[in-house]
T-cell receptor, first 112, second 114 residues
Framework: DAGITQSPRHKVTETGTPVTLRCHQT?????MYWYRQDPGHGLRLIHY???????DKGEVSDGYSVSRSKTEDFLLTLESATSSQTSVYFC???????????FGPGTRLTVT | GENVEQHPSTLSVQEGDSAVIKCTYS??????FPWYKQELGKRPQLIID?????GEKKDQRIAVTLNKTAKHFSLHITETQPEDSAVYFC?????????????FGKGTRLSVIA
């Protein structure tokens, strides 16, 4: 597996609390992505980054923000978690959108 | 923007039979088409990919075919085995066309029955 880690791997939180998920890579890839995966919906892109401080929205960005202050780290923040954000979150990296994406191990988030 | 449709959503085959999963895409400028396999509880992993300058690519029991005119591509798995049971995702993107990310299909759950 490519050098991608996600933390935490599991988290249970209450509605209304802020949550930050971290993705860390050791591959020096320019592009980083956050997806959520829910049954019946496949992989849905939340936000992505094409460089330090360069980010853009995906198809399901409402309620999420991201930051990338270093090449190796991409943070996903839920400002005020809701039950609809209960999901498995995957980070991915690539050298270019037209090349393979490598996925992290995922974070299972439960919002009660 | 790009839209990728994947069919079927579920597929059951007998061990040893072949399985075919089909995807269509909307953007004729797309030129990179990967397939990912996701086993239960695991991360998606690339199993094969094809670029638009190639019509077919094989890797042991798996193959991908691309029809640019019809804008569809397919994954073929021959001599299926129980370990092929997983969710498979197709995707499409454009290399060298800015930052536009991969667009994924919604996935196909393949069950290989022993």
């Amino acid at each position: 597996d490519a050098g991608i880690t996600q933390s935490p791997r599991h988290k249970v939180t209450e509605t209304g609390t802020p949550v930050t998920l971290r993705c860390h890579q050791t591959e020096n890839h320019r592009y980083m992505y956050w997806y959520r995966q829910d049954p019946g919906h496949g992989l849905r892109l939340i936000h992505y980054s094409y460089g330090v401080k360069d980010t853009d929205k995906g198809e399901v960005s409402d309620g999420y923000s991201v930051s990338r202050s270093k090449t190796e780290d991409f943070l996903l923040t839920l400002e005020s978690a809701t039950s609809s954000q209960t999901s498995v979150y995957f980070c991915a990296i690539s050298v270019d959108p037209g090349y393979e994406q490598y996925f992290g191990p995922g974070t299972r988030l439960t919002v009660t | 923007g790009e839209n990728v449709e994947q069919h079927p959503s579920t597929l059951s085959v007998q061990e040893g039979d072949s399985a075919v999963i089909k995807c269509t895409y909307s953007d004729s400028a797309s030129n990179y088409f990967p397939w990912y396999k996701q086993e239960l509880g695991k991360r998606p992993q690339l199993i094969i990919d094809i670029r638009s300058n190639v019509g077919e690519k094989k890797d042991q029991r798996i193959a991908v075919t691309l029809n640019k005119t019809a804008k569809h591509f397919s994954l073929h798995i021959t001599e299926t085995q129980p370990e092929d049971s997983a969710v498979y995702f197709c995707a499409a993107s454009k290399k060298g066309s800015g930052n536009t990310p991969l667009v994924f299909g919604k996935g196909t759950r393949l069950s290989v029955i022993a």
